[in-house]
């Protein structure tokens, strides 16, 4: 193996973001849930970085998950709006131009999954692989 290349994927860690609808802060035992056992999520949470202070860009999905993969408020890329959720048969979808998460970090080598609920678009240029996402 070439050292180089060793060298460069020991110093690039791994980032996996997990986004769950109606899940709540207290719920995991990472943060403190008494009721429910999420040992997987904890040993994760306690071998990665947490996130203590944030808040949800929207009170719904398609919103929060736009904000979440382009950093940029929804009013931003279009994806708000009274309640708006994009459904599989709904028109829209996040828009082309949007750089997503996925797309700023394949430069830097990084290979990307999408896995679940999208809810972002189903027409061509909203769906995750060409939104920079090689797996979904």
Known sequence: ????????????PNIV????DDLGY???GCYGSPTIRTPHLDRMAAEGLRFTDFYSAAEVCTPSRAALLTGRYPIRSG???SRRVLFPNSEGGLPPAEVTIAEALKPLGYAAAHIGKW????HP???PLDQGFDHS
Not at 119 to 122: M, V
């Open 79 to 81: 994806m708000c709006g």
């Open 1 to 12: 193996m070439n050292s180089v290349a060793e060298k460069s994927n020991a110093e690039r």
């Open 119 to 122: 809810h972002l678009g189903i």
């Open 125 to 127: 240029g909203s769906r």
């Open 26 to 28: 207290g719920d995991l």
């Open 17 to 20: 973001i997990i986004f769950a």
